[in-house]
């Protein structure tokens, strides 16, 4: 009889949803090992504006801010990771909200032309002279499914579908569409998926608001700051444009008021949880696990996959544990 396959928790969430402290509560119940699932938690330097948590995170401060980092990078590395720590007799509990990482991990990538300097620059010259929905009018006539997901002014995904496109004569929507081909942790692993966010939208955006007030308070100016002195620093690098520090980048480079930059700070983060939440709500065979304004877990139809009872009950006595079972 073959042997079961390890299992793999994955806990996702929006921003400021309250998952990392869910995952730590879980990981010291459960004798989880944590894997970070988030681009700017990589990044070292980047430490009061991404929350970056105290507690051990594989995965976490693995990069200068300088070094970009893929979703191709996050899938090899992740997959040592979990591999190492099921060797050591321990359970994965991944916990983020970058969901393309997660997707790039669970369902795998397919082999994506890797980045062309040559072609990215001629593109961001092309931008500098026309514009970027000028760019963007050029991926729809090419790729309409990708124009319909970006943005016209998200330079940085524009400039990618473009550069896959012009280095593959293949859209990169097709480049998405092939990406299970090479086989994912999905196939190796019994997946939990839960997802945590609170019930009322109004209960996230107060707590976005909040976490931005006490993260200015916490001296994010001054890491902003410092990150701003170092000449290798820029404002088109992935860490750079993390929300958060790209707008207080803006003030410090006299763009804008301080008090314009928090708002604008807040209002992209809110941007992130839409984005994020649009990711879930499509994301397949996923719990939630939602909550209310303290924190606390509401009850929820039990799930029926035999996978999904057992670590559900499991879950439970975690919950009851640390205090944040359901309340019936």
């Given at each position: 009889?073959?042997?079961?396959?390890?299992?793999?928790?994955?806990?996702?969430?929006p921003t400021a949803s309250?998952?990392?402290?869910?995952?730590?509560?879980?990981?010291?119940?459960?004798?989880?090992?944590?894997?970070?699932?988030?681009?700017?938690?990589?990044?070292?330097?980047?430490?009061?504006?991404?929350?970056?948590?105290?507690?051990?995170?594989?995965?976490?401060?693995?990069?200068?801010?300088?070094?970009?980092?893929?979703?191709?990078?996050?899938?090899?590395?992740?997959?040592?990771?979990?591999?190492?720590?099921?060797?050591?007799?321990?359970?994965?509990?991944?916990?983020?909200?970058?969901?393309?990482?997660?997707?790039?991990?669970?369902?795998?990538?397919?082999?994506?032309?890797?980045a062309d300097a040559a072609?990215?620059?001629?593109?961001?010259?092309?931008?500098?002279?026309?514009?970027?929905?000028?760019?963007?009018?050029?991926?729809?006539?090419?790729?309409?499914?990708?124009?319909?997901?970006?943005?016209?002014?998200?330079?940085?995904?524009?400039?990618?579908?473009?550069?896959?496109?012009?280095?593959?004569?293949?859209?990169?929507?097709?480049?998405?569409?092939?990406?299970?081909?090479?086989?994912?942790?999905?196939?190796?692993?019994?997946?939990?998926?839960?997802?945590?966010?609170?019930?009322?939208?109004?209960?996230?955006?107060?707590?976005?608001?909040?976490?931005?007030?006490?993260?200015?308070?916490?001296?994010?100016?001054?890491?902003?700051?410092?990150?701003?002195?170092?000449?290798?620093?820029?404002?088109?690098?992935?860490?750079?444009?993390?929300?958060?520090?790209?707008?207080?980048?803006?003030?410090?480079?006299?763009?804008?008021?301080?008090?314009?930059?928090?708002?604008?700070?807040?209002?992209?983060?809110?941007?992130?949880?839409?984005?994020?939440?649009?990711?879930?709500?499509?994301?397949?065979?996923?719990?939630?696990?939602?909550?209310?304004?303290?924190?606390?877990?509401?009850?929820?139809?039990?799930?029926?996959?035999?996978?999904?009872?057992?670590?559900?009950?499991?879950?439970?006595?975690?919950?009851?544990?640390?205090?944040?079972?359901?309340?019936?």
């Amino acid at each position: 009889m073959a042997a079961p396959r390890p299992l793999l928790i994955c806990l996702m969430g929006p921003t400021a949803s309250g998952k990392t402290d869910l995952a730590i509560d879980l990981a010291r119940v459960l004798g989880c090992e944590l894997v970070s699932v988030d681009s700017a938690l990589v990044y070292r330097g980047l430490d009061i504006g991404s929350a970056k948590p105290d507690y051990p995170h594989h995965l976490m401060d693995i990069r200068e801010p300088s070094q970009p980092y893929s979703a191709a990078d996050f899938a090899a590395d992740a997959e040592r990771v979990v591999n190492g720590i099921i060797q050591r007799g321990k359970t994965p509990l991944l916990v983020g909200g970058t969901m393309l990482y997660f997707r790039a991990f669970l369902e795998g990538l397919a082999a994506m032309p890797a980045a062309d300097a040559a072609i990215r620059a001629a593109i961001e010259a092309q931008a500098a002279q026309q514009g970027w929905p000028v760019l963007h009018r050029e991926l729809a006539a090419v790729d309409p499914q990708a124009a319909a997901r970006i943005h016209p002014n998200h330079s940085q995904r524009l400039c990618r579908a473009l550069e896959v496109y012009r280095a593959s004569g293949v859209p990169i929507s097709e480049w998405q569409r092939r990406q299970g081909e090479g086989g994912g942790a999905a196939q190796r692993y019994r997946l939990c998926q839960l997802a945590i966010c609170p019930r009322e939208r109004a209960v996230l955006h107060q707590r976005i608001a909040l976490r931005f007030e006490q993260m200015m308070a916490a001296g994010f100016l001054d890491e902003v700051r410092a990150l701003h002195r170092r000449p290798e620093l820029h404002p088109e690098l992935p860490a750079i444009r993390a929300v958060g520090y790209r707008q207080l980048w803006h003030y410090l480079d006299g763009e804008c008021s301080l008090d314009d930059a928090v708002a604008r700070g807040i209002a992209a983060t809110r941007q992130l949880a839409k984005r994020q939440l649009t990711w879930l709500r499509k994301w397949p065979g996923l719990n939630w696990l939602e909550t209310d304004a303290a924190g606390n877990v509401l009850p929820a139809p039990r799930s029926h996959s035999a996978v999904e009872q057992c670590v559900e009950d499991l879950l439970q006595q975690a919950l009851n544990f640390i205090g944040r079972a359901p309340h019936h």
